[in-house]
């Protein structure tokens, strides 16, 4: 019987150890699944940040006390929002639809207004 020589899927190093072993150590297993996911996880961090900044922009020209209030596009946009990302869709008692970052949502009113709203907590 001849033992089989294992090599990391990593490095390309000897392995010593168990029979199914597939990386010589950590740091070799880490890399490679980083490697694996690096393109999914770029793009789902270029989402994320995108989110992200789009509620801090809500959450800056919406005053701390109030739950409402009115902006322009433009405003917006000056500030980094992109219109193309949000969290999810949500219509009021009247049906007027909400595009949401998360705990903060904005309708287009018109051409150029933009009414930001906050859902009440609870």
Same mark, same amino acid.
């Given at each position: 019987?001849?033992? %089989?020589?294992?090599? #990391?899927?990593?490095c390309?190093?000897?392995?010593n150890?168990?029979?199914?072993?597939?990386?010589?150590?950590?740091?070799?297993?880490?890399?490679?699944?980083?490697? /694996?996911?690096?393109?999914?996880?770029?793009? *789902?961090?270029?989402?994320?940040?995108a /989110?992200?900044?789009?509620?801090?922009?809500? %959450?800056?020209?919406? /005053?701390?006390?109030? /739950?409402?209030?009115k902006?322009?596009? &433009? *405003?917006?946009?000056?500030?980094?929002?992109?219109?193309?990302? !949000?969290?999810? #869709?949500s219509?009021?008692?009247k049906?007027? &639809?909400?595009?949401?970052? $998360? %705990? $903060?949502? !904005?309708?287009?009113?018109?051409? %150029?207004q933009v009414?930001?709203?906050?859902?009440?907590?609870?």
């Open positions: 019987m001849i033992a %089989e020589t294992k090599v #990391c899927l990593s390309n190093h000897h392995i150890g168990r029979a199914d072993k597939k990386f010589c150590n950590n740091f070799c297993r880490n890399a490679h699944h980083n490697q /694996l996911n690096s393109d999914g996880n770029n793009y *789902i961090r270029n989402i994320n940040h /989110l992200r900044r789009n509620r801090r922009v809500l %959450e800056e020209l919406l /005053l701390p006390a109030k /739950l409402i209030t902006t322009t596009k &433009r *405003i917006m946009q000056n500030k980094g929002f992109s219109f193309h990302y !949000y969290t999810h #869709c219509a009021n008692k049906g007027n &639809r909400f595009h949401f970052c $998360y %705990e $903060y949502g !904005y309708r287009v009113v018109g051409k %150029e009414l930001i709203v906050r859902k009440k907590c609870g």
